[in-house]
């Protein structure tokens, strides 16, 4: 089974902190997500790697940044934390091709920022 | 650009009871529509994908249609248990790009026992 690890379930960080969520996952898999998931407005794209050291952004990129060094991690980087980055924020990868693979998504990470 | 919809965004059913949810999208260009269970506070767990060219998907009580001209999908399920309780979503991938995938924001299902 693929697995998808994100290794913070629960963080509380202050205003202004530089927070690090990290995500492995065991597949080999080309394609890594970070969406973000808010009441009433589901899941936003915030970043997409499609390969090593490769990314686009998302819906939402602003005030995230994002690293992937090895194919099997993917960094998400919130460079100084803000109240409104309170949110569960989720993980995801894909095998590349053919295009009709599945997502598959970590547990999460719930981050509260005071 | 593409938007998801699904509705209702909350349905209660008694256990046993056999029920549809409904998933509609704007552009019917996609490659593939795939739908998830959330449990509350969790990730989420892949239940079915449909491909572009496919009409239907079964895995043991829930079976999922695409009718990509009319960009509609729904997801069945039968004699439904107090354990399918959970947010259910649909996510469309569309062609082009980077292949975007865009997520409605899901039906939560209650079964009452």
């Known amino acids: 089974d693929v697995k998808v690890t994100q290794s913070s379930r629960y963080l509380v960080k202050r205003t202004g902190e530089k927070v690090f969520l990290e995500c492995v996952q065991d597949m080999d898999h080309e394609n890594m997500f970070w969406y973000r998931q808010d009441p009433g407005l589901g899941l936003r794209l915030i970043y997409f790697?499609?390969?090593?050291?490769?990314?686009e952004k998302g819906d939402i990129p602003e005030g995230y940044s994002v690293s992937r060094e090895k194919k099997e991690r993917f960094s998400l980087i919130l460079e100084s934390a803000s109240t409104n980055q309170t949110s569960m924020y989720l993980c995801?990868?894909?095998?590349?091709?053919?295009?009709?693979?599945?997502?598959?998504f970590g547990e999460g990470s719930w981050l509260t920022v005071v | 650009k593409q938007e998801v919809t699904q509705i209702p965004a909350a349905l209660s059913v008694p256990e046993g009871e056999n029920l549809v949810l409904n998933c509609s999208f704007t552009?019917?260009?996609?490659?593939?529509l795939q739908w998830f269970r959330q449990d509350p506070g969790k990730g989420l767990t892949s239940l079915l994908l449909?491909?572009?060219?496919?009409r239907e998907q079964t895995s043991g009580r829930l079976n999922a249609s695409l009718d990509k001209s009319s960009g509609r999908s729904t997801l069945y399920i039968a004699a439904s248990q107090p354990g399918d309780s959970a947010t259910y979503l649909c996510?469309?991938?569309?062609?082009?790009?980077?292949?975007?995938?865009?997520f409605g924001t899901g039906t939560k299902l209650q079964v009452i026992p």
């Open positions: 995801a990868s894909r095998r590349g091709d053919p295009p009709g693979n599945t997502i598959y």
């Open positions: 790697s499609y390969d090593v050291k490769m990314k």
């Open positions: 996510a469309v991938r569309n062609s082009g790009g980077y292949q975007k995938v865009t």
């Open positions: 449909i491909q572009s060219s496919q």
């Open positions: 552009d019917s260009a996609i490659y593939n």
